[in-house]
């Protein structure tokens, strides 16, 4: 198959890039070694922030008898729910990253280039 484009990476600015020329008719191809959305979105921005936010729960329930909320029981977290929810999160994020950058005709190819 022949391509107008090719674009390395699938983060940021690459998927923005890839789903700009697929939205103005070139035929483009995007070539992602791990995962679609880059490390902000698989290994840094987005997971860090679904674990502080479990964390910040906690933190609350813990402070919550100043505010008049009663908790019975000390509070505890569950690691793997957490991590659960992390992995489910980042999921479906990624999947919506590749869901918009092939609707506009992109090919996406899951191998290292250079």
């Not at 198959?1 to 020329?21: H, L, S, V």
């Not at 674990?51 to 009663?70: C, E, R």
Request: aromatic content about 6%; some cysteine.
């Amino acid at each position: 198959m022949k391509f107008d484009i090719a674009i390395i990476g699938g983060g940021p600015a690459g998927y923005t890039a890839a789903e700009r020329a697929g939205a103005n008719g070139l035929r483009t191809v995007l070539f992602e070694k791990k995962a679609m959305g880059g490390v902000c979105l698989n290994e840094g921005c987005i997971p860090t922030k679904t674990l502080l936010y479990s964390a910040k729960v906690l933190d609350n329930i813990k402070g919550a008898s100043k505010y008049g909320v009663s908790v019975s029981g000390l509070p505890a977290f569950d690691m793997e729910k957490i991590i659960n929810r992390k992995d489910k999160t980042v999921k479906k994020l990624t999947g919506g990253v590749t869901m918009t950058v092939t609707s506009y005709g992109v090919t996406i190819v899951e191998h290292e280039a250079s």
